[in-house]
Protein backbone atom coordinates (compact mmCIF):
# COMPACT_ATOMS: atom_id res chain seq x y z
CA UNK A 1 0.00 0.00 0.00
CA UNK A 2 1.17 3.59 -0.96
CA UNK A 3 1.24 6.23 1.25
CA UNK A 4 2.10 9.97 0.60
CA UNK A 5 2.70 12.35 3.33
CA UNK A 6 2.65 16.19 2.43
CA UNK A 7 3.96 19.37 4.10
CA UNK A 8 4.89 22.69 3.34
CA UNK A 9 1.57 24.87 3.40
CA UNK A 10 1.07 27.67 4.93
CA UNK A 11 -0.52 30.87 5.08
CA UNK A 12 1.30 33.80 2.71
CA UNK A 13 0.73 36.86 1.16
CA UNK A 14 -0.38 37.49 -2.35
CA UNK A 15 3.11 37.44 -4.28
CA UNK A 16 4.71 35.48 -1.98
CA UNK A 17 6.06 31.88 -2.20
CA UNK A 18 5.43 28.46 -0.75
CA UNK A 19 7.17 24.86 -1.47
CA UNK A 20 5.26 22.09 -0.81
CA UNK A 21 6.62 18.31 0.00
CA UNK A 22 5.15 14.76 -0.17
CA UNK A 23 6.81 12.21 0.55
CA UNK A 24 6.14 8.41 -0.19
CA UNK A 25 6.28 4.96 1.91
CA UNK A 26 6.82 3.30 -1.27
CA UNK A 27 9.89 4.65 -3.94
CA UNK A 28 7.41 5.17 -6.52
CA UNK A 29 8.78 9.00 -6.83
CA UNK A 30 10.43 8.38 -10.55
CA UNK A 31 8.24 5.58 -11.34
CA UNK A 32 4.89 6.48 -11.05
CA UNK A 33 2.95 9.43 -12.69
CA UNK A 34 2.75 12.24 -9.58
CA UNK A 35 0.62 14.79 -9.22
CA UNK A 36 -0.61 17.79 -7.18
CA UNK A 37 -4.32 18.65 -6.51
CA UNK A 38 -6.70 21.41 -5.23
CA UNK A 39 -10.07 22.21 -3.57
CA UNK A 40 -11.18 25.12 -2.54
CA UNK A 41 -13.97 25.35 -0.03
CA UNK A 42 -17.02 24.28 -2.04
CA UNK A 43 -15.29 23.85 -5.08
CA UNK A 44 -14.61 19.85 -6.93
CA UNK A 45 -10.94 19.11 -6.61
CA UNK A 46 -9.21 20.13 -9.65
CA UNK A 47 -5.75 18.74 -10.92
CA UNK A 48 -2.61 20.93 -10.29
CA UNK A 49 0.18 19.70 -12.01
CA UNK A 50 1.41 16.13 -13.18
CA UNK A 51 4.69 14.89 -13.40
CA UNK A 52 5.45 11.72 -15.40
CA UNK A 53 8.54 9.36 -14.74
CA UNK A 54 9.95 10.57 -18.05
CA UNK A 55 10.23 13.98 -16.44
CA UNK A 56 7.60 15.07 -18.66
CA UNK A 57 5.08 18.13 -17.14
CA UNK A 58 1.85 19.02 -17.46
CA UNK A 59 0.05 21.89 -15.68
CA UNK A 60 -3.51 23.41 -15.30
CA UNK A 61 -3.34 27.26 -17.31
CA UNK A 62 -4.24 29.01 -13.91
CA UNK A 63 -0.63 27.92 -12.94
CA UNK A 64 1.90 27.97 -16.09
CA UNK A 65 4.95 30.04 -15.85
CA UNK A 66 4.37 30.06 -11.64
CA UNK A 67 4.26 26.87 -10.25
CA UNK A 68 6.68 24.02 -10.93
CA UNK A 69 6.49 20.31 -10.21
CA UNK A 70 9.78 18.34 -9.54
CA UNK A 71 11.26 15.28 -7.63
CA UNK A 72 14.16 14.49 -5.72
CA UNK A 73 14.30 10.57 -6.26
CA UNK A 74 16.82 10.07 -3.50
CA UNK A 75 14.38 11.54 -0.73
CA UNK A 76 11.43 9.98 -2.74
CA UNK A 77 9.69 13.48 -2.47
CA UNK A 78 7.41 15.16 -4.79
CA UNK A 79 7.94 19.21 -4.61
CA UNK A 80 5.68 21.49 -5.93
CA UNK A 81 7.36 25.40 -6.19
CA UNK A 82 4.40 28.22 -6.02
CA UNK A 83 5.79 31.19 -6.87
CA UNK A 84 3.87 34.67 -7.23
CA UNK A 85 0.75 33.27 -5.30
CA UNK A 86 -2.87 34.40 -5.74
CA UNK A 87 -5.51 34.86 -3.26
CA UNK A 88 -7.51 32.45 -5.55
CA UNK A 89 -4.57 29.43 -4.94
CA UNK A 90 -6.25 29.29 -1.21
CA UNK A 91 -7.11 25.52 -0.75
CA UNK A 92 -5.83 22.36 0.56
CA UNK A 93 -3.42 20.56 -1.42
CA UNK A 94 -3.16 17.17 -2.19
CA UNK A 95 -0.41 14.89 -3.57
CA UNK A 96 -1.36 11.95 -5.69
CA UNK A 97 -0.08 9.10 -7.54
CA UNK A 98 -0.55 6.09 -10.15
CA UNK A 99 0.61 3.50 -11.46
CA UNK A 100 0.65 4.30 -15.36
CA UNK A 101 3.26 5.89 -17.79
CA UNK A 102 0.45 7.73 -18.96
CA UNK A 103 0.34 10.98 -17.41
CA UNK A 104 -0.89 14.22 -19.53
CA UNK A 105 -4.14 14.44 -17.40
CA UNK A 106 -5.42 16.20 -14.38
CA UNK A 107 -8.45 14.17 -14.35
CA UNK A 108 -8.55 13.10 -10.44
CA UNK A 109 -10.48 9.71 -11.31
CA UNK A 110 -7.43 8.08 -12.80
CA UNK A 111 -5.60 8.77 -9.61
CA UNK A 112 -5.47 5.62 -7.20
CA UNK A 113 -3.55 7.24 -4.30
CA UNK A 114 -3.92 10.14 -2.10
CA UNK A 115 -1.95 12.19 0.74
CA UNK A 116 -4.28 14.11 3.42
CA UNK A 117 -3.31 17.25 2.36
CA UNK A 118 -1.55 20.38 3.25
CA UNK A 119 -3.61 23.87 3.96
CA UNK A 120 -2.87 26.70 1.83
CA UNK A 121 -4.10 29.98 2.42
CA UNK A 122 -3.07 33.31 0.38
CA UNK A 123 -4.68 36.40 1.49
CA UNK A 124 -4.74 39.89 -0.90
Known amino acids: QVQLVESGGGSVQAGGSLRLSCVAS????????MAWFRQAPGKEREGVAT???????TYTDSVKGRFTISQDNAKNTLLLQMDNLKPEDTGMYYC??????????????????WGQGTQVTVSS
Open 26 to 33: KYIVGAYC
Open 96 to 113: AARQSSLCASLNRARFSY
Open 51 to 57: LAFDGST
